[in-house]
C-alpha cells in the first residue's frame, strides 16, 4: 500500500509542474487551431529561452523572472521572424511541405544550438529558487510555486485576450472557420502571424521558469515537443481548456509515477497515456472528432 | 503476370534503359573498383535506399510521412544480434528481423491511423525518441552500451552462413540484392490492389472511405511493409558493423532523417527518386563528415545536423517536387515506376 | 414503385455544441424510386447525408438499409453494403487517372485488376469520359468531375445512390444531359437520393420530395403539393420556385 501522505505531495507538486507543462502545450494548441500546422520547432523554442535565461543569469546576474519576461519577448519576434519569413510562403502547399519547414526550423534550432554552445549540460540555481516551503506538511519546492504561478497567470491572460479582447475573439473565429472570419473582415494572414508569435512567446515565457530546475541541454526541446504532443491528443485537438486539463494530468502522472519507477522512464509513461488515449478516446477530453 | 509485362515496358523507355545501364554498374563495380572505402560507402548508399524506399511507401504513396523510421531500423537490428547470441545464422534474423518489425509497424497503425497527417508526423518522432530512451537504458539488451557481436563469430572464419566477413563486399552485394528484391515486391505491390488503394489514401482518406475501402486496415498494411524492409536493412546493418547501440539505431538524426532527406531530393512521386536521393545525399554526408568531422570537434555535430535542417529548408520551400518530379514536369524524363500515370494534355 | 423501404431513417438526431443540425429526422426511401431532399442552405441536408453513410455518427437515431440497422458503420463498410454516395465540394483522387479513379471502387468489391477495369470502362463509356479515362482527374473539368464521381460510386454496384448537389454549376445543357444520366442509373435498378438547389431539376426528376430546415423535415410529397406548400414557402422566402 502506497504511502497516500507520499501520494498527496506527488499529486501537489505535480499540479504545479503541470501548469508549466500545460502553459507550454497551449502554445502549439493555439497555433494548431489557428493555422492548421503543428509547429515542430516548438519544443526548441523553449530550449532558446532557457538558455537565453541561462545566459542572463550567468553573465549578467539577471534573476529569472526577468529571463522569463525577455524569454517572451524574444519569442515573439523569433514567431513574427519566422511565421514571416518562412511559414507564410508555405502555407498554401500540402501538409507535407509546411511539416518539413517547421521541422528543417527544428533541426537548424536544436543543431545549430549545440554547434554554438556545446551539447554540455547547464544549470543555474539562483538562491531563492532552491528554497523548498513547508505548507501544512506539504513540501513544495519553490521554484514549482514560482513557475506555477507565472504559468497560470499567462494562461488566465491568454483567456481573457481570446474571450474578451477583439482580437483575441477574432483569432478564435479564424481558428473556427477561416472563410467566414474573412468574410467578416477579419485578415486571415495577421491572425496567423498574431497566433503563432503568441505561441512561441509563450513557450519563451516557460523557459525562463523552466531553465531554474531544469537541465539545460540543445536536446532538451525534444522532451517538451514530445510532453506537449502527448497532452494536446490528451486534451483534445482544438481545445485549449482541454490542452490545460491535459498538462495538469501529464505533470501530476509524471510526479506520481516517480515514485515507482526510475526517473528516465516518465517520458514512456506520458507516451503510453498518449496510446491509450488514441485507443480508446481518440477525440481526447474535449476535442472535436478526429475525422 | 500482369506485373512482368509492365516491368519489361517500363524497362524499354528512356528512363529504363539509363535503369538498366545503372543496374549493370551496381553489379560490376566491385569487381572493377578496388577502393574499400568507396565499396562501402556505396554499400550505405543501398542501405539507406533500402530504408528510404521503405519510408516512401508510406509517404510518397499512402500519404504517411515519418519521421520515426529509426524505429523500425533498430528492432531489425537488435533482433538480428540478440538472435545471432543464441546460436541463429543471421539470414533468419534479418527475416525474423523484418517480421517483427512489420508486426509492431501494423500494431502501431491501430492508434496512428486516427492522426491527421501533422500529428502522424509528429507522433513518429516521438516514438523514436521514446524507443531510443528504453533501449539506452534496458540492460538485458545492452543499454546505453549496446551489444558487440558474439565473440566466437569475431574469431571464426567468415562464412555466407554467418555472414562474418571482414572486407565491405559481399555486405554490397547483400545490400544490392535485397534492395533489387524489394524494388520488384514494391513495384508489384503498387499495381495491385492494395497500391491503389494506397494512393487513394495519399489524395482523400474519406474519398476513399466512401469507395469501400478500409483505411485503417490499409494504412496498417503499408506501415506494416514498410517496417517490413526498413527491419531488414537493421540486420544488414548489424552484420556488416558487428556492433549496435541505441544512439546508432535508433538514432533521429542518423536513421529516421536520412530518408526524408532522401526522398525529397530525389523525388517522392516515385519509386525511383528516393534511391536517386540516396545516391546524391548520403556519400555526401558521409563524405562530409569523414573529411571535415575531425577538425572541428564535437561541435562539428551540430554544424552537420543544422546543415541537413538548411538542405532540407530549402528543398522543401523551393523544390518539394524532387529531382525526379522537376524531370518529369519539364518533360525530360519520364521516371521510372513513378506514381499516378496519364497525361496532363489540355 | 414498390411499398418496401430500403433506406429508411428514424428519429435521427445530430448535435455541434450547441448547434442541433440535424433534429428527429425520420425518412422512408422506397426502393426504385428518385427521392430529392431540398431546404435552404444550413437546413441540415449534408450532416443527414453524413449520418446515412457512416462519416458522422448521430446522438440519436438509427438508420436502416434493407432492414439492415447500419447505424454507426465505418462509412466503407456502408459502402461496400450497397449505399454509394457523392460528395457536394467533388473530391476526385486528383494525382490518379480517370480510369484508376474508377477503378478504386471496382476494387473493393472484386479481387482482380481485369475485372475492375472492365467495370471500370464501361461506366466510363455510360458516363461519357471514355475519351478521358487516362487522363489525370486533377485536369479534368467540373463537369467532368462530378460526373467521375459518380461513376466512381456506381463501381461500387450500390443499390441506393446519395447524391449530393450532383447539379450545382452545370449549364442547361449539362443539367438535361445529368438528369438523362440519373435516369438511366434508375434504369439500371439504382435507388436515388438526391440533395439539390436548382429547382427546375428536382421538379423534373423526382417522384418524391422531402423538405429540411433548421434541421427538421418540415415536408413531404410530391412536386406539386410540395411547390404549393405553405410552410416550403415560408422556409425559401425569395427563394427561387
Not at chain 2, 572464419?157 to 571482414?166: Q, R, V
Not at chain 3, 470502362?121 to 461519357?128: R, S, Y
Not at chain 3, 438547389?197 to 418524391?208: L, Q
Request: charged share 15%; proline share 4%.
Amino acid at each position: 500500500m502506497v504511502d497516500l501522505w507520499l501520494l498527496g505531495q506527488a499529486t501537489t507538486s505535480g499540479l504545479l509542474l503541470g501548469c508549466i507543462y500545460a502553459v507550454v502545450a497551449l502554445g502549439l494548441s493555439l497555433i494548431w487551431g489557428v493555422m492548421e500546422i503543428v509547429n515542430f520547432a516548438h519544443g526548441d523554442f523553449l530550449m532558446l529561452s532557457m538558455y537565453l535565461s541561462y545566459f542572463l543569469f550567468t553573465y549578467l546576474g539577471l534573476d529569472p523572472l526577468i529571463g522569463s519576461i525577455l524569454g517572451f519577448l524574444m519569442g515573439l519576434a523569433l514567431g513574427l521572424i519566422v511565421e514571416k519569413g518562412l511559414i507564410e510562403k508555405v502555407l498554401g502547399s500540402p501538409p507535407i511541405v509546411t511539416i518539413l519547414v517547421t521541422f528543417s526550423v527544428l533541426l537548424i534550432i536544436r543543431y545549430g544550438a549545440m554547434a554554438a554552445w556545446g551539447p554540455g549540460v547547464k544549470t543555474l540555481h539562483p538562491w531563492y529558487f532552491m528554497a523548498i516551503l513547508d505548507l501544512w506538511g506539504v513540501r513544495i519546492s519553490m521554484a514549482y510555486l514560482i513557475g506555477a504561478l507565472i504559468s497560470l497567470a499567462a494562461t488566465i491572460a491568454l483567456h481573457i485576450f481570446l474571450k474578451k479582447t477583439y482580437t483575441g475573439i477574432a483569432l478564435r473565429a479564424t481558428s473556427q472557420n477561416r472563410l467566414a472570419a474573412e468574410l467578416l473582415g477579419i485578415d486571415a494572414r495577421k491572425m496567423y502571424t498574431l497566433s503563432f508569435c503568441i505561441g512561441v512567446a509563450l513557450v519563451g515565457l516557460a523557459g525562463g521558469v523552466l531553465s531554474t530546475f531544469y537541465y539545460v541541454i540543445p536536446e532538451v526541446g525534444g522532451r517538451f515537443c514530445m510532453l506537449s504532443f502527448v497532452i494536446v491528443v490528451l486534451g483534445g485537438f482544438g481545445s485549449l481548456l482541454g490542452t490545460f486539463l491535459g498538462g495538469l494530468i501529464i505533470g501530476v502522472a509524471e510526479e506520481i509515477s516517480a515514485i515507482f519507477i526510475p526517473p528516465v522512464m516518465k517520458d514512456v509513461v506520458a507516451f503510453i497515456i498518449f496510446l491509450l488515449i488514441l485507443m480508446l478516446k481518440p477525440s481526447g477530453l474535449f476535442g472535436e472528432v478526429a475525422r | 503476370m500482369r506485373a512482368l509485362r509492365m516491368i519489361k515496358a517500363e524497362l524499354s523507355t528512356k528512363a529504363g534503359r539509363i535503369f538498366n545501364a545503372a543496374a549493370i554498374v551496381a553489379v560490376i563495380l566491385p569487381l572493377v573498383v578496388r577502393d574499400q572505402f568507396f565499396i562501402n560507402a556505396m554499400m550505405l548508399v543501398y542501405m539507406y535506399s533500402i530504408i528510404a524506399l521503405a519510408w516512401n511507401l508510406m509517404n510518397g504513396y499512402t500519404g504517411l510521412l515519418s519521421f520515426g523510421h529509426a524505429v523500425f531500423f533498430g528492432i531489425g537490428a537488435y533482433t538480428l544480434m540478440l538472435l545471432l547470441y543464441r546460436g541463429v545464422t543471421p539470414w533468419i534474423g534479418m527475416l525474423l528481423g523484418g517480421l517483427l518489425s512489420a508486426g509492431f509497424a501494423f500494431l502501431l497503425g491501430v492508434p496512428f491511423s486516427r492522426l491527421r497527417s501533422h500529428w502522424f508526423a509528429l507522433g513518429t518522432l516521438v516514438l523514436g525518441e521514446i524507443f531510443l530512451i528504453v533501449f539506452a537504458n534496458w540492460r538485458a539488451v545492452g543499454g546505453a552500451l549496446g551489444l558487440d557481436q558474439p565473440r566466437r563469430l569475431l574469431l571464426s572464419p567468415p562464412s555466407i552462413y554467418w555472414l562474418n566477413y571482414a572486407r565491405p563486399t559481399p555486405y554490397y552485394y547483400l545490400a544490392l540484392g535485397i534492395l533489387g528484391l524489394e524494388l520488384l515486391l514494391l513495384y508489384a505491390i503498387l499495381n495491385s490492389r492494395p497500391g491503389y488503394f494506397f494512393q487513394a489514401i495519399r489524395e482523400d482518406e474519406e474519398a476513399a472511405m466512401a469507395s469501400g475501402i478500409n483505411v485503417t486496415l490499409y494504412k496498417c498494411i503499408s506501415m506494416a511493409i514498410s517496417g517490413f524492409f526498413t527491419g531488414v536493412a537493421g540486420g544488414i546493418y548489424t552484420v556488416r558493423f558487428g556492433y549496435i547501440d541505441p544512439y546508432a539505431v535508433f538514432s533521429m538524426m542518423r536513421i529516421s532523417v536520412y530518408p526524408v532527406i532522401a526522398g525529397l531530393i530525389g523525388g517522392v512521386y516515385s519509386l525511383i527518386g528516393p534511391i536517386i536521393g540516396s545516391l546524391i545525399f548520403v556519400p555526401t554526408a558521409e563524405y562530409l563528415r569523414a573529411i571535415v568531422g575531425g577538425t572541428l570537434g564535437s561541435r562539428f555535430q551540430g554544424v552537420h545536423f543544422a546543415s541537413f535542417g538548411i538542405v532540407l529548408l530549402i528543398i522543401s520551400m523551393r523544390i518539394p517536387e524532387g529531382l525526379m518530379g522537376w524531370l518529369e514536369m519539364r518533360g525530360l524524363l519520364k521516371p521510372l515506376m513513378s506514381s499516378g500515370g496519364g497525361s496532363d494534355e489540355r | 414503385m414498390s411499398g418496401e423501404a430500403i433506406l429508411r431513417g428514424e428519429g435521427l438526431v445530430k448535435r455541434f455544441g450547441g448547434l442541433i443540425a440535424v433534429n428527429e429526422v425520420s425518412f422512408n426511401l422506397y426502393r426504385g424510386e428518385i427521392l430529392g431532399l431540398i431546404g435552404p442552405n444550413g437546413a441540415g441536408k449534408t450532416t443527414l447525408f453524413n449520418l446515412i453513410t457512416g462519416f458522422l455518427k448521430p446522438d440519436r437515431g438509427r438508420v436502416y438499409f434493407n432492414d439492415r440497422d447500419i447505424t454507426g458503420w465505418p462509412p466503407h463498410r456502408i459502402a461496400l453494403e450497397g449505399v454509394a454516395r457523392t460528395f457536394q465540394l467533388v473530391r476526385p483522387f486528383l494525382r490518379m487517372t480517370a480510369l484508376e479513379n474508377v477503378m478504386i471502387s471496382a476494387l473493393s468489391k472484386v479481387g482482380g485488376l481485369e475485372e475492375a477495369e472492365e467495370t471500370a470502362l464501361e461506366l466510363l463509356e455510360f458516363l461519357n469520359l471514355s475519351d478521358k479515362r487516362d487522363w489525370r482527374a486533377s485536369s479534368l473539368t467540373i463537369v467532368e468531375r462530378k460526373k467521375l464521381e459518380i461513376a466512381r460510386a456506381l463501381a461500387l454496384k450500390p443499390e441506393v445512390l446519395l447524391l449530393d448537389e450532383p447539379i450545382a454549376g452545370l449549364n442547361p445543357k449539362e443539367v438535361d444531359d445529368m438528369l438523362e444520366t440519373l435516369r438511366e442509373i434508375r434504369e439500371r435498378g439504382v435507388t436515388i437520393l438526391i440533395v439539390e438547389h436548382v429547382m427546375r431539376a428536382i421538379m423534373n426528376i423526382c417522384e418524391r420530395i422531402i423538405v429540411m430546415h433548421y434541421g427538421r423535415l418540415i415536408a413531404e410529397g410530391t412536386p406539386s403539393e410540395i411547390s404549393s406548400d405553405p410552410k416550403v414557402i415560408e422556409a425559401y422566402l425569395g427563394g427561387v420556385m
